[in-house]
């Protein structure tokens, strides 16, 4: 029941629409953080909206009637693990601050719904290992840019103080969605009704 209705043509519109306006929004969220970000690094920077590009384009071919397994692939780990990331630093933006933005709730909340829907379209993905790989060694590789090259999204005073611990969590969190992300679409049971 539950699926009939998310995949529900009229709801896969929708969802495409919502996600093809956040994630351009995401992109202008970031602007301010690319115009200090050098070139060869821009690409890595705006992590959220580059998700939500990857499940906005799965939903564009699903309703096309095609499917890429490699698109899917980065859809479904990536929303899972910025989709929590973000969760979380918003959670230690307000313990550190006592307080955070309605921006803040914002992001909590649409992210928290990022990480949701990744992981309720599974059934629909053509993933393989092999986009499984790919997916894991984008993920892993934009930790190295994040971290090792200072390119990780800036949170304030939190970025700064704790730039070693939130890299140590976020390299674990790649790690927790590559095996959410092989889960959710190697299982046997993972097909529609």
């Given amino acids: 029941m539950i699926y009939q209705l998310l995949f529900h043509r009229y709801i896969i519109m929708l969802l495409f629409i919502v996600n093809l306006f956040g994630t351009i929004y995401g992109y202008i969220?970031?602007?301010?953080?690319?115009?200090i970000t050098p070139a060869v690094?821009?690409?890595?920077?705006?992590?959220?909206?580059?998700?939500?590009?990857?499940?906005?384009?799965?939903?564009?071919?699903?309703l096309a009637g095609k499917h890429n397994g490699y698109i899917e692939a980065l859809a479904v780990v990536s929303l899972?693990?910025?989709?929590?990331?973000?969760?979380?630093?918003?959670?230690?933006t307000l313990a550190m601050n006592g307080t955070l933005s309605w921006q803040g709730y914002m992001l909590i909340a649409s992210h928290l719904a990022?990480?949701?829907?990744g992981l309720l379209?599974?059934?629909?993905?053509?993933?393989?290992l092999q986009h499984l790989a790919v997916?894991?060694?984008?993920?892993?590789?934009?930790?190295i840019i994040d971290y090792v090259f200072d390119m990780m999204p800036i949170y304030g005073r939190l970025t700064a103080d704790y730039s070693n611990e939130i890299g140590y969590f976020t390299f674990w969190l790649?790690?927790?969605?590559?095996?959410?992300?092989?889960?959710?679409?190697?299982?046997?049971?993972n097909s529609v009704n």
Avoid: C
């Fill in 80 to 92: 899972f693990k910025y989709g929590i990331w973000a969760v979380v630093m918003n959670l230690l």
């Fill in 135 to 143: 997916a894991a060694i984008v993920v892993l590789h934009n930790d």
């Fill in 174 to 189: 790649s790690i927790l969605s590559i095996i959410v992300g092989y889960i959710a679409t190697q299982r046997k049971d």
């Fill in 121 to 128: 379209y599974a059934p629909l993905y053509k993933v393989k």
């Fill in 41 to 62: 690094f821009r690409a890595f920077v705006p992590d959220s909206p580059t998700a939500s590009l990857f499940f906005t384009i799965f939903l564009g071919l699903l």
């Fill in 114 to 117: 990022m990480a949701v829907q």
């Fill in 29 to 35: 969220w970031y602007g301010w953080q690319l115009e």
